[in-house]
């Protein structure tokens, strides 16, 4: 599932001279071009009132590969910089939510025969907040509005306040949801 988060990241990730991956990556399966690939780590939801509104902390992952390289330590190092240089200076990503929290880079490291293998993992924290508007259901289709007029110069009126006679009416056609 690709949440609008994820969407973003992968939007501008695309213009990095990066080939992109729906799935986790598998470096066997590389060439020398170093892939990315972008998924949801996790949601977590936080009520912070009686409402129902919700803190949702989310966490996105990007996980960069570069395979079959000499400088694949620097590589990789260059490509987790490229990416994060990318998504935080542009200014239309990061106002888009209430604040990013924070990130996380784990690198691995690996000499497999003739492959190198360079991959970063890289965490980025988004925190935004969300509120679940109730559904009320009902059943009321009409509503009807009568009003006696109490106004105290009323040549008719008897007695102070209402006289019983409704001098405005009105019904209004509820809309269904």
């Given at each position: 599932m690709i949440t609008p988060i994820m969407e973003d990241i992968t939007t501008l990730l695309g213009t990095l001279p990066y080939e992109l991956k729906e799935a986790q990556i598998d470096p066997s399966e590389l060439?020398?071009?170093?892939a990315l690939n972008v998924r949801l780590e996790s949601e977590d939801y936080t009520s912070i009132a009686n409402d129902p509104i919700f803190e949702t902390e989310t966490v996105v992952v990007i996980e960069a590969v570069a395979t079959n390289s000499n400088?694949?330590?620097?590589?990789?190092?260059?490509?987790?910089?490229?990416?994060?240089?990318?998504?935080?200076?542009?200014?239309h990503w990061f106002s888009k939510y209430e604040y990013v929290k924070g990130f996380r880079v784990k690198y691995k490291y690996e000499n497999a025969g003739e492959t190198n293998v360079a991959a970063a993992l890289i965490m980025i924290t988004i925190q935004?907040?969300?509120?679940?508007?109730p559904v009320i259901e009902h059943t009321f289709n009409t509503a009807k509005i009568d009003l006696d007029d109490a106004y105290p110069f009323d040549e008719y009126l008897a007695d102070e306040?209402?006289?019983?006679?409704?001098?405005?009416?009105a019904q209004i056609d509820l809309p269904q949801t």
């Open positions: 060439g020398d071009t170093p400088t694949y330590y620097s590589d990789i190092k260059t490509i987790v910089n490229n990416i994060l240089t990318t998504l935080l200076t542009n200014e935004n907040s969300e509120i679940f508007q306040g209402p006289d019983g006679r409704i001098e405005i009416e």
